[in-house]
Structure formats: C-alpha cells, structure tokens
C-alpha cells in the first residue's frame, strides 16, 4: 500500500522556521522524484520545491527561493522540506509529492500537513 505521511505541521510567527517531513512507502521510493505542493485557500495547487530521484537536482519555486531547503533520505525514505524567513503568504497545506519519472501514471500524494504563518 502506498502512502506519503506528512508532518510537522504548525503555527509560527511571520520570520519563523519550520521543517516538513514526508515518510514515504509502498513503493520504489529511490527511483521517484519527491517534490512538495502547496494549496492556500482560494487558490490552485503549486509547486514549492522539487528534487530528483539522485539528489542531484532540485528546483524551486521563485516566491520561496533562498528560504525553503528540499532534501532526501533514500535510505530512511524521508522527504523533508526545511523553512525559513516564513511569511504570512505561505500560509498553506502543504503536501508531499511523488513522481516516477518513468512512467507518468505512478504519482502519489500525502493527506496534507497545515502551515499557518502570522503577522
């Protein structure tokens, strides 16, 4: 069975850290690309940051570029999103992602995991 189990959802204050952790398993997770999304109310799903199945690329979205950390774990199957300089605009649910970028039918999602950041 698959599943993607977020946490370390929370509330801080605007300038705050906080660090997202994914558990992945179920599948191949080495060969996967993880990446994380973001849904604020009111607005579509978005990319926050991606990284590839070696951890040799990653990619961000420009809004949280320099504050927000992507990383991996193949060994422990952990996906962890590290961030900083937290703004009231990040405000979301933030889900975990995984992509097989060999085959386009196998992507999985987590439940959500809720940020919520204050001014």
């Known amino acids: 069975q698959v599943q993607l189990v977020e946490s370390g959802e929370g509330l801080v204050q605007s300038g705050g850290s906080l660090r997202l952790s994914c558990a992945a398993s179920?599948?191949?997770?080495?060969?996967?690309?993880m990446s994380w999304y973001r849904q604020a109310p009111g607005k579509e799903r978005e990319l926050v940051a991606g990284?590839?199945?070696?951890?040799?690329?990653?990619n961000y979205a420009d809004s949280v570029t320099g504050r927000f950390t992507i990383s991996r774990d193949n060994v422990k199957r952990m996906v962890y999103l590290q961030m900083h300089s937290l703004k009231p605009a990040d405000t979301a649910v933030y889900y975990c992602?995984?992509?097989?970028?060999?085959?386009?039918?196998?992507?999985?999602w987590g439940q959500g995991t809720q940020v919520t950041v204050s001014s």
């Open positions: 990284i590839s199945s070696g951890r040799i690329r990653t």
């Open positions: 992602n995984a992509h097989n970028p060999y085959d386009a039918h196998n992507t999985y």
């Open positions: 179920g599948f191949a997770f080495t060969i996967y690309a």
